[in-house]
């Protein structure tokens, strides 16, 4: 196709504002009028004033090397401004004239130099421009139409998408099914299929819009609901749950439809299943409550009468016991049967004769406790007693026949077997470390039997050996273990002194 024939076949819109704040697009050869947006290869979106006058195209900022260099004169010296400023004339309108040249051949954004040259070689406007300069400027141009046309699709769709929202600000979103888009389009078509303002949108566009109108009101739907189930809840709060029942018994939801409550308008402001609903939650959550508080109560008030039924207790058994002191000296020596006779006639506390018997038994218990840990430590304080002696010999030597007759046989044994352990004990560690120190055990150089009994003959005197001749194997267990060691230690220090020399 030459030059001339695609200049003829060349459409070219003119986009004007509607009174619906949706742009229309108008073709003044055709005198066609249409909404969208026209994208046919030869249609051309342009301003109205750009559309009266192809002579006059809208400029191009260009950098100031791309102007100069068209010049066939910027390499001469000039020899004055004026001469200058007619070159600089001329070079820009010869862009003019190259930019006039694409718009009607009707080069696109990202079209290339190289197939648009042979439909280009034939027009003077692109001769005029100095061929080192051509591709570049052609790219520089085609560019600048690809923006503004983009920029203008662009400004259209948002002009187009809030005509479409200023649409369905008036539509009553209360009477949509809001659960299915599908059916809102619908009806929404039904109601604006006519305004351009509806088909000024893709159908994919008006879908993804009216889901998003359908998701705000569902939000400002929920919020106001809660406010008014939350206010609902309050008023029951404030009215028929305030404070527990006395006679036990929640209202139900019948009894209370029937009171004043249910005239107010954080009543009727929801619907009854809705209100049934919260109350019968709540109801539920307030018996509970209830119940546990009264159960709180309870356990609180039987934990006091305890306590004071323990205080009393207490009381008692400190006069009681006072009583048991001052009239039953030791009573250890006495059953209760003998104590009830010696207490007869005196005034006893209100207690039954059961607890009066389990009081009288701890103290008879406490006071053999004291009789025996006297016992204990009058043994560990006294040198007399030994571990040869008898217990009669033991008791006898520490002068506590009459504090011990009441004490029972077998404790007293096990206290004076306990002392005799620890006394043991204590000499054997003794006599232990007296053999560690002792010259007479390193002078014996023999662990034979005869050995053994001479270096035995020879601690004798020693308070330290005679305090285990009631345990002779233990003594002489530990007199070997020494012998051992010493003999132990003279082999070290034999091989010792051979590994020296």
């Keep these: 196709m030459d030059p001339a024939e695609a200049a003829g076949l060349r459409q070219i819109w003119e986009v004007h504002p509607s009174p619906y704040g949706v742009p229309y697009y108008f073709n003044p050869k055709t005198k066609e009028s249409r909404w969208s947006v026209p994208t046919g290869p030869l249609d051309l979106v342009v301003p109205p004033e750009e559309a009266k006058a192809e002579a006059k195209p809208k400029k191009v900022d260009l950098k100031p090397l791309d102007v100069e260099c068209i010049s066939s004169s910027c390499s001469s010296t000039s020899d004055s401004d004026e001469v200058q400023g007619t070159a600089a004339e001329r070079a820009k309108q010869k862009v003019e004239n190259f930019k006039t040249l694409l718009q009607e051949k009707g080069a696109q954004a990202y079209d290339s130099y190289e197939s648009w040259l042979p439909r280009l070689l034939g027009d003077a406007r692109f001769r005029a421009i100095p061929k080192s300069q051509r591709k570049k400027l052609f790219q520089s141009l085609v560019q600048s139409f690809g923006a503004g046309q983009r920029k203008l699709e662009a400004e259209t769709r948002r002009q187009n998408r809030e005509g479409f929202l200023q649409l369905l600000q008036h539509a009553d979103f209360a009477?949509?099914?809001?659960?299915?888009?599908?059916?809102?389009?619908?009806?929404?078509?039904?109601?604006?299929?006519?305004?351009?303002?509806?088909?000024?949108?893709?159908?994919?566009?008006?879908?993804?819009?009216?889901?998003?109108?359908?998701?705000?009101?569902?939000?400002?739907?929920?919020?106001?609901?809660?406010?008014?189930?939350?206010?609902?809840?309050?008023?029951?709060?404030?009215?028929?749950?305030?404070?527990?029942?006395?006679?036990?018994?929640?209202?139900?939801?019948?009894e209370v439809s029937q009171t004043s409550v249910a005239s107010q308008p954080r009543w009727t402001a929801l619907g009854e299943p809705k209100r049934r609903e919260i109350y019968q939650a709540l109801a539920q959550e307030r018996a509970k409550r209830w119940a546990r508080e009264r159960r709180q109560e309870t356990e609180e008030e039987d934990d006091l009468l305890e306590k004071r039924k323990r205080s009393r207790l207490v009381l008692a058994e400190e006069d009681f016991r006072s009583l048991l002191e001052r009239k039953v000296k030791s009573p250890l020596e006495f059953s209760w049967k003998e104590v009830t006779m010696l207490l007869d006639g005196e005034k006893l506390p209100d207690l039954d004769e059961v607890d009066l018997e389990t009081i009288f038994n701890q103290v008879r218990t406490e006071d053999l406790e004291r009789r025996l840990a006297m016992f204990s430590s009058t043994?560990?304080?006294?040198?007399?007693?030994?571990?040869?002696?008898?217990?009669?010999?033991?008791?006898?030597?520490?002068?506590?026949?009459?504090?011990?007759?009441?004490?029972?046989?077998?404790?007293?044994?096990?206290?004076?077997?306990?002392?005799?352990?620890?006394?043991?004990?204590?000499?054997?560690?003794?006599?232990?470390?007296?053999?560690?120190?002792?010259?007479?055990?390193?002078?014996?150089?023999?662990?034979?039997?005869?050995?053994?009994q001479e270096l035995c003959t020879r601690l004798k005197p020693d308070i330290r050996f005679r305090r285990l001749d009631l345990f002779p194997s233990q003594r002489k267990r530990l007199i070997m273990d020494r012998l051992k060691e010493i003999a132990e230690e003279k082999l070290q220090l034999s091989r010792s002194d051979s590994d020296g020399g």
Excluded at 202 to 219: F, T
Excluded at 405 to 418: G, M, T, Y
């Design 175 to 254: 009477d949509l099914p809001v659960d299915s888009v599908q059916g809102a389009l619908t009806k929404l078509e039904a109601h604006f299929g006519q305004d351009p303002r509806w088909s000024a949108v893709s159908a994919h566009e008006r879908q993804r819009l009216v889901e998003s109108r359908i998701a705000e009101k569902q939000m400002v739907q929920a919020g106001e609901e809660e406010k008014a189930w939350r206010a609902f809840r309050a008023l029951l709060l404030e009215t028929v749950f305030l404070q527990f029942p006395a006679d036990n018994h929640v209202p139900s939801f019948e």
């Design 379 to 452: 043994l560990l304080r006294n040198e007399k007693v030994t571990m040869e002696m008898s217990m009669g010999e033991v008791i006898q030597t520490l002068e506590m026949q009459e504090h011990l007759r009441a004490v029972p046989e077998n404790l007293l044994k096990k206290s004076w077997e306990d002392w005799r352990r620890f006394r043991l004990t204590e000499a054997l560690e003794a006599f232990r470390s007296w053999l560690r120190e002792s010259p007479e055990l390193a002078e014996t150089n023999r662990l034979d039997e005869d050995a053994v």
